[in-house]
């Protein structure tokens, strides 16, 4: 098993920034692809980053490509998703995701493990 703990959540205007962290625990953090989804308005979780699980490779929703980074930290066990530039359709909770292997995927049925999610808010 492992476990997610998703931080770093809040409120912030538009044009700001925030870094959301994911901790992980209970298995071996480098053996795990990560990625954070949200749910778009009205709909279930749509991806929004992913990284591989060596770290050198990414891949992002084009609605946060060029806005947010993903990044990961073995020692600390825990990946990041910096939010810059935000925008008021960027409200969501956040949720992070692991799935066993090396290689990350969009769909939200290929992950193993997920947080309970953090809530961001970005006003207008």
Known sequence: ?????????GSVQ???????????????????AMAWFRPAPGK???FAAAISWS???TKYADSVKGRFTISSDNAKS??????NSLKPE???VYYCAARHGP???????KYDYWGQG???????
């Open 1 to 9: 098993q492992v476990q997610l703990v998703e931080s770093g959540g």
């Open 14 to 32: 538009a044009g700001g920034s925030l870094r959301l962290s994911c901790a992980t625990s209970g298995r071996t953090f480098s053996n795990y």
């Open 44 to 46: 279930a979780r749509e």
């Open 55 to 57: 770290g050198g490779s």
């Open 78 to 83: 825990t990946v990041y998703l910096q939010m």
């Open 90 to 92: 960027d409200t969501a």
């Open 103 to 109: 290689y990350y995927f969009t769909e939200l049925s």
């Open 118 to 124: 953090t809530q961001v808010t970005v006003s207008s």
